[in-house]
């Protein structure tokens, strides 16, 4: 390939293109805690290899298109895609957080928490700028900068800080919780306000779910280090992780129904997408977040369906995959 067919193809590259390794580190960890530990070795060795591609296509788009990485930092319909490299490093983390890896993940949530704080920078000026305008196109991808701020959390957890970072989790965690909070409103609203055609409803909602998971997940993690967290704060966390679960549970029933009522009865085509990745990631960290909570609590109900969700978010991934692979070639694919 020549150099200026890279660096086109580079300028091209969506915001969300962190969205395929956000989500195969999730299964990646979820095969881990099911015991297959060689098949979720491969999927963390694609997910690295895809990060550490798509993070050297990035830097050249940062340094020979500037301008194009500038606008989709001020248009609200592409800037929350790039939370999905926050996603992607702080899932990565996770995995890598034991053993000889362990300076690998203090440098990829070092990376991530500067890159959030500049995303998260870049929306409050569009918010300040034009926030009615804004508003109107508040849609999935806004959950993504709370997934970000979560993974950060996670890994600050799974990294075994003492007291005094952990009490620091906790308030970034119920940040984390309260940004769920107002992004869910704000997209409620807008769906209210102006309900999308089939054709726009797109797989990116499911991060509604996945947002909720990983805050379910990250909350359970900290619960596991009760003996460190401040007293007044143990039971008010155990209830909203407990909230958090059920919430994300009650989300899957609409989701699918959103996907029937799209594919099924308005016959919208399921080609490949980038967006078909937002679903496997929650469903992955579904699927992680209910096997620690069953841990935390030990109920023998939650623990009787790990292996379904399991073979669920695994199938998942394999059928995205699949059509990734069989996918012409094209912008879905760049």
């Known amino acids: 390939m020549t150099r200026p067919a890279l660096l ?30 060689t098949t979720s070795a491969l999927l963390l060795g694609i997910a690295v290899a895809a990060y550490v591609t798509l993070l050297a296509a990035t830097v050249l788009k940062a340094l020979h298109h ?28 996770t ?47 806004w959950f993504l900068a709370t ?3 979560q993974a950060l959390a996670l890994t600050v957890v799974g990294l075994h800080p003492g007291r005094a970072v952990i009490t620091a989790t906790l ?16 997209v ?11 054709a726009h409803l797109a797989p990116t909602y499911w991060i509604t779910m996945g947002a909720a998971a990983i805050s379910t997940l990250a909350g359970a993690q900290l619960i596991t280090s009760e003996r460190l967290l401040p007293r007044p704060a143990r039971v008010p966390l155990d209830t909203a992780v407990t909230v958090l679960w059920s919430w994300a549970t009650v989300l ?32 992955g960290m579904y699927t992680t977040a209910t096997a ?25 991934w394999l059928a995205v995959a699949a059509r990734f692979l069989t996918a012409p070639y094209g912008p879905a694919r760049t």
């Open 8 to 37: 086109d193809r580079c300028r091209r590259l969506p915001p969300a293109c962190f969205a395929p390794v956000m989500a195969t580190g999730a299964v990646s960890r979820v095969l881990a805690q099911s015991d297959a530990r």
């Open 66 to 93: 500037r301008d194009a990485l500038r606008a989709e930092l001020r248009d609200p319909a592409r800037l929350f895609g790039h939370f999905t490299f926050v996603a992607a490093s702080g899932v990565l983390a």
């Open 95 to 141: 995995r890598l957080v034991h053993g000889p890896t362990r300076g690998a993940a203090y440098a990829l949530l070092c990376v991530a928490a500067v890159v959030w704080t500049a995303l998260a920078g870049a929306a409050v000026a569009l918010a300040r700028s034009g926030g009615r305008t804004m508003l109107r196109y508040a849609d999935g991808t």
């Open 147 to 149: 997934v970000g701020l």
């Open 171 to 186: 308030a970034l965690w119920a940040t984390g919780v309260l940004m769920y909070t107002v992004t869910l409103t704000s």
């Open 188 to 198: 409620v609203l807008r769906l209210l306000r102006d309900p999308p055609e089939a």
């Open 252 to 283: 899957i029933v609409p989701l699918l129904a959103a996907g029937v009522w799209r594919h099924l009865y308005h016959r919208v085509p399921l080609p490949y997408d980038l967006t078909l990745w937002c679903i496997v990631f929650p469903l």
């Open 292 to 316: 620690q909570l069953a841990t935390v609590r030990g109920t023998t109900a939650l623990t009787a369906v790990e292996r379904p969700l399991v073979c669920v978010a695994a199938a998942a």
